[in-house]
C-alpha cells in the first residue's frame, strides 16, 4: 500500500539520550517534511528537503538534524533530546515542494515524550 | 510576523450547515490549504484555493478572498464523523506551509 511510514509509532526517552525518528515513503515524492504538532499550536516545521540530497531549515529547527541520502527516506535526529522536545512528530511528503497545488501526505506520526 | 487564525472549538448538529473562518498575514502567498485532522490521527487534505472564489468538493466547499487575507471552509449536511479538526495552512513566498492552530468541531446528533 502506497503512503508513508513512521516508526516508532510511540517513544519514552530520557533526558540527554540520542533518539532518531525514522520516515519512508513509497510514492517517489521529491519533497518531504518534518513537523511538530503541540496542544494548541499549529504544526510547525522542523526541517524540510525539496529533493534527494538537499535539506532546508523550518521553523524550529534547533537539537534536530535531517539527512536525504535517497528519495524514499527522510530520518531526523535529536542529537540530545530535552523535555521541551515532547511532542507528536509527523512526517510528511509531496510530489514537488515549489510549484503547483500539490498536497502534502502525511504519515501516521510519532508520538515522543522526553523525561 | 506570519499568523494564522482560526476559532480554537466550534459546535455544530447533525444535518446542519458549519463555517470554519480563517484570518492570514503571511510574507507573500502561493495558496490556501484545508486540511482534517480525527483525535489521534494524521491530517488528511480537504482543499486547495490559490484563486478568489469558492471550491466545491461534495459536502465540502473552500473559499478564499486574497484581498481580505481570508478563508472559509463550509461543511453542509453535517455528519457525526466530520467531528474533527480543521487545519488552515497557508503556503508563503518560500513555498513553505504556515499552519493555524485548528478549529476542534464538535457534531452533537
Known amino acids: 500500500i502506497a503512503g508513508i511510514t513512521q516508526a516508532p509509532t510511540s517513544q519514552i526517552l530520557a533526558a540527554g539520550r540520542r533518539m532518531t525518528l525514522r520516515c519512508t515513503q513509497d510514492?517517489?515524492?521529491?519533497?518531504m517534511y518534518w513537523y511538530r504538532q503541540d496542544l494548541g499550536l499549529g504544526l510547525r516545521l522542523i526541517h524540510y528537503s525539496n529533493t534527494a540530497g538537499t535539506t532546508g531549515k523550518g521553523e524550529v529547527p534547533d537539537g534536530y538534524s535531517v539527512s536525504r541520502a535517497n528519495t524514499d527516506d527522510f530520518p531526523l535526529t535529536l542529537a540530545s533530546a530535552v523535555p521541551s522536545q515532547t511532542s507528536v512528530y509527523f512526517c510528511?511528503?509531496?510530489?514537488?515542494?515549489?510549484?503547483?497545488?500539490?498536497?502534502?501526505?502525511f504519515g501516521p506520526g510519532t508520538r515522543l515524550t522526553v523525561l | 510576523g506570519q499568523n494564522i487564525d482560526q476559532p480554537t472549538e466550534m459546535t455544530a448538529t447533525e444535518g446542519a450547515i458549519v463555517q470554519i473562518n480563517c484570518t492570514y498575514q503571511?510574507?507573500?502567498?502561493?495558496?490556501l490549504f484545508w486540511y482534517q485532522q480525527h483525535a489521534g490521527e494524521a491530517p488528511t487534505f480537504l482543499s486547495y484555493n490559490v484563486l478568489d472564489g469558492l471550491e466545491e468538493k461534495g459536502r465540502f466547499s473552500s473559499f478564499l478572498s486574497r484581498s481580505k487575507g481570508y478563508s472559509y471552509l463550509l461543511l453542509k449536511e453535517l455528519q457525526m464523523k466530520d467531528s474533527a479538526s480543521y487545519l488552515c495552512?497557508?503556503?508563503?513566498?518560500?513555498?513553505?506551509?504556515?499552519w493555524g492552530a485548528g478549529t476542534k468541531l464538535i457534531i452533537k446528533p
Open positions: 495552512a497557508v503556503r508563503d513566498s518560500n513555498y513553505q506551509l504556515i
Open positions: 510528511a511528503s509531496s510530489p514537488t515542494g515549489t510549484s503547483g497545488g500539490a498536497e502534502q501526505f
Open positions: 510514492m517517489r515524492h521529491n519533497a
Open positions: 503571511t510574507s507573500g502567498f502561493n495558496g
